[in-house]
């Protein structure tokens, strides 16, 4: 669902000393934005940030950069970040969000000097049309442009609401050279304590749609196959 253009989204984001409007220049040099160099993990389609707010708080030993297309969803989130950091009286400096297309994702970001541990994808665009599927944020053809970005057995954690893309997603996966380690159709069945929600994941709970989740560890893969992998 679209969201209504909001016009304080911009000015708010423009004042922002963790957001950038010119992933491009940054390229290379993510880990500079950051109090300092740590372990760098994405969160791709970040929506709100409700999700990433929380993570980014819990984990200030990691840097995490949260990717979406709409500026004005990115205001929403950065609001949702300063509330959580505010009340528990620290200040962001392990977060930066940038407005991209994800799908030219290899254009912002270089797999030797900005390598990521983890990619987080919570609740992505199903695209449930067979001619639309290469625009999932799973598919086959972007997980290989997240194996150039990954540092060696990097990781993705991926929750869908959505069953037929939680199925595609582990034969993409497997295709793309990654194993899945952990997988469940009921995430909130099992009631991990580290689980933190996202809006989608609180909306489609409400609705009673269980939340599938699975993560997946990057294999090494031959040269000839990553000759394959990179056509």
Known sequence: MRMRKKDWARPELAACPYY?????????????????EQPLHLDLGCGKCTFLAELAFRHPEVNYIGIDQSPDVLGVARR?????????????????????????????????????????????????????????LTHTIQLKKYRSLLREGGEIWFKTDNDDLFLATQRYLEEAGFAIYAKTFDLHGENDPENIESEHEVMFTAQGIRTKALKARMLPLSEEAESAAGQ
């Open 20 to 36: 950038t409007d010119a992933p491009q220049e940054l390229k290379g040099k993510w880990q500079s934005r950051f109090a300092k």
């Open 80 to 136: 949702n970040i300063e509330g959580v950091f505010t009340d528990g009286d620290r200040k962001v400096e392990n977060v930066m969000l940038t407005a991209y297309d994800i799908e030219k994702i290899s254009a912002i970001l270089d797999g030797e000097r900005d390598q990521v541990e983890r990619i987080y994808i919570n609740f992505c665009n199903p695209w449930p049309k067979a001619r639309h599927h290469k625009r999932r």
